[in-house]
């Protein structure tokens, strides 16, 4: 492993037949890394030690009715039923008016951690005198974003224990997710309680805990619009708030609710560059805001109406980063027609519900395997070699199937061809 060393300086190639030299990958790999690698100039600048373009499909929904305005929304998932019940969600959703979403704030917070405090209340009421001027510290650290008309907005200093504080600052980026002008300004603010106010500094950084960057999305859908075939509108809305009700009790459902939520959240977020890791951790934060983990979403029957609410910390860009680099984030953009962070954050917050309503509608009803087996019965069908046009008629034949399998599947595919021969 010792050519291994300063990979990192290494030209693409050279990285490539280092790893075939070392036994890490075959010669049938590296044809396959390089037949997948069309963009490798580009992604060679994006991440350390490239080797390869790892690459996701994406789909599009549609049917979504924002404040009012009709979106197109690409998604990148690789999970076959997310963008199926995106659109199906979507699609009742929009035929009752759509959503309607609210975004009260959107600033990012900053900290600076204060470590061997020996009289908290004293750091406390220092601090809190210069407030006015680690906000004028912050903001001069970032000209270009007050400029904008963003910039630092207020100070606050919580206690974390008898020898730690937090100075927190709230941010407003404008259009970006902000994460490096919330360091810098961060990391200066953090040099002048040091030097200036004789105060131990053990970290300076953005929170991806965005509770001043949170969106709500809304929807009320007539019960008549929500009838299924076995069940009419009226159970069924009952059985989906009781659903609801379940993930705000228990964390063991609500866990699995809101990564049904965040199913479609990441998906959107990924296709329009932002970080959806960043964006989950403080979704998952959010839902345990009260000491327990709790489903993001909320269902209730008032009058006629199913009404569906989400609320959850959405710190999106437009700009900045790999928004401005990706191309295909740059043919997303254009795709959605979206013109402010605050009108994505809105979007990508709907999508959430409506994957919620499509999931729950599924679950309390015809059980989430019934439209998941038809897709996944297509993916096992690309698995066993099936090419383009033998997809459909083999997954029609595993319909019929108790428990598809490989092998059967594998089976089924040979006599599919047979029979074609004939």
């Keep these: 492993m010792t050519k291994l060393i300063k990979f990192y300086q290494k030209k693409w190639q050279d990285r490539l037949n280092t790893l075939l030299n070392d036994g890490l990958i075959s010669n049938e790999a590296r044809k396959e890394i390089e037949k997948n690698s069309p963009n490798h100039e580009l992604n060679n600048q994006m991440t350390e030690n490239y080797i390869a373009d790892f690459t996701l499909p994406e789909g599009v929904a549609f049917h979504y009715l924002v404040d009012g305005k009709e979106v197109t929304v690409p998604m990148v998932t690789e999970e076959p039923s997310v963008i199926a019940a995106s659109n199906n ?19 990012m917070i900053g ?77 200066v603010v ?41 069940m009419d509108g009226q159970e069924l809305a009952k059985k989906i708030v009781s659903a609801s009700r379940v993930a705000r009790l228990d964390p063991y459902r609500a866990v699995t609710h809101n990564k049904g939520i965040m199913n479609g959240i ?13 964006i989950e951790a403080g979704a ?54 979206i013109e402010s962070a605050k009108e994505l954050a809105s979007v990508i917050a709907s999508v959430g519900l409506a994957q919620n309503f499509a999931a729950l509608k599924a679950l309390v009803s015809d059980g989430i395997q019934k439209g998941h087996m038809g897709l996944q019965l297509k993916s096992l069908a690309v698995k066993v070699g099936a090419m383009n046009e033998e997809v459909g008629q083999l997954t029609e034949l595993l319909k019929n199937e108790i428990r598809p399998d490989t092998a059967i599947a594998t089976q089924k595919l040979k006599d599919l061809r047979r029979k074609g021969e004939r």
């Design 89 to 107: 969600g979507a699609k009742i959703i929009a035929s009752a008016g759509g959503f309607t979403t609210k975004v009260d704030s959107r600033l």
């Design 111 to 187: 900290q600076v951690i204060l470590e061997n405090i020996d009289d908290t209340d004293k750091a406390i009421k220092q601090i809190d005198a210069q407030k006015a001027y680690l906000i004028e510290v912050a903001n001069a650290a970032r000209p270009s974003l007050v400029k904008r008309g963003g910039g630092a907005r207020w100070v606050r200093v919580r206690k974390l224990a008898d020898d730690l504080l937090s100075i927190d600052v709230a941010i407003d980026v404008q259009s970006a997710m902000g994460a490096n002008s919330v360091n810098t300004m961060m990391e």
């Design 190 to 230: 953090g040099d002048v309680l040091r030097t200036e106010l004789n105060q131990n500094v053990l970290m300076s950084i953005l929170s991806n805990y965005a509770t001043e960057s949170l969106v709500e999305s809304s929807c009320s859908v007539p019960i008549y619009l929500i009838d299924s075939i076995h």
């Design 266 to 278: 990441d998906a959107a977020l990924i296709g329009s560059g932002n970080d959806w890791r960043a």
């Design 284 to 337: 998952h934060a959010y839902a345990s805001r009260d000491g327990q983990y709790r489903g993001l979403t909320n269902w209730t029957i008032i009058g006629d109406n199913l009404v569906g609410t989400i609320k959850v910390p959405m710190p999106v860009g437009v700009v900045g980063g790999s928004i401005d680099i990706v191309p295909m984030v740059q043919i997303n953009k254009k795709m959605m027609g």
